[in-house]
T-cell receptor
Framework: KNQVEQSPQSLIILEGKNCTLQ??????????LRWYKQDTGRGPVSLTI?????NTKSNGRYTATLDADTKQSSLHITASQLSDSASYIC???????????FGAGTRLTVKP | NAGVTQTPKFQVLKTGQSMTLQCAQD?????MSWYRQDPGMGLRLIHY???????DQGEVPNGYNVSRSTTEDFPLRLLSAAPSQTSVYFC??????????????????FGPGTRLTVL
């Protein structure tokens, strides 16, 4: 079972609407959680990074939240734009692990 | 800065052929890594390097070799290509071993990827 589960797998919204993407993880002990945006045919680009002590982090219209007790994170996108169409990947790291654990991503499509 | 560059962007191989995927970064990052991305799965770590001359295996190292002779370059070699190695390959770099060192929140920069098809 993947240690990082994202939902939904895909999402279609209209331009200008808000949406929220979910990430649940079992990685323990927890170090930090990252959200990446990956455009089609491109490499992932970092949006936010949160440590255990942070429960919210914003980057423009993107706001990530973290509940380390329930091991859940969300990425909220406000006033979506066509350029927000991409895959959004949640990545969780634990202390003393060999690597980061990547979720499979949520594919977001913003339609005009 | 060019950031992280990868070549080629696309490659088609026959089973049994060998090739090298190139990766370079101009940010003087110590940590570099190779991932593969398959449909419906998260990126998986193949090999990584914490500095010139130092490499180690990740989650899925079989069938791949790496070397790190300079800080800038981190090539990935496929020894004898197999259809199971059909995937998109990403190289990444960061100042530290992003995400695994205590309190490390360094940004990890990814290259544009190489799409490999093995027939």
């Amino acid at each position: 079972k993947n240690q990082v589960e994202q939902s939904p797998q895909s999402l279609i919204i209209l331009e200008g609407k808000n949406c929220t993407l979910q990430c649940n993880y079992t990685v323990s002990p927890f170090s930090n959680l990252r959200w990446y945006k990956q455009d089609t045919g491109r490499g992932p680009v970092s949006l936010t990074i949160m440590t255990f002590s942070e429960n919210t982090k914003s980057n423009g219209r993107y706001t990530a939240t973290l509940d380390a007790d329930t091991k859940q994170s969300s990425l909220h996108i406000t006033a979506s734009q066509l350029s927000d169409s991409a895959s959004y990947i949640c990545v969780v790291s634990g202390y003393n692990n060999n690597d980061m654990r990547f979720g499979a991503g949520t594919r977001l499509t913003v339609k005009p | 800065n060019a950031g992280v560059t990868q070549t080629p962007k696309f490659q088609v191989l026959k089973t049994g052929q060998s090739m090298t995927l190139q990766c370079a970064q101009d940010m003087n990052h110590e940590y570099m890594s190779w991932y593969r991305q398959d449909p419906g799965m998260g990126l998986r770590l193949i090999h990584y390097s914490v500095g010139a001359g130092i490499t180690d295996q990740g989650e899925v190292p079989n069938g791949y070799n790496v070397s790190r002779s300079t800080t800038e370059d981190f090539p990935l070699r496929l020894l004898s290509a197999a259809p199971s190695q059909t995937s998109v390959y990403f190289c990444a770099s960061s100042y530290s071993r992003a995400g695994t060192d205590l309190d490390s929140t360094d940004t990890q920069y990814f290259g544009p990827g190489t799409r490999l098809t093995v027939l």
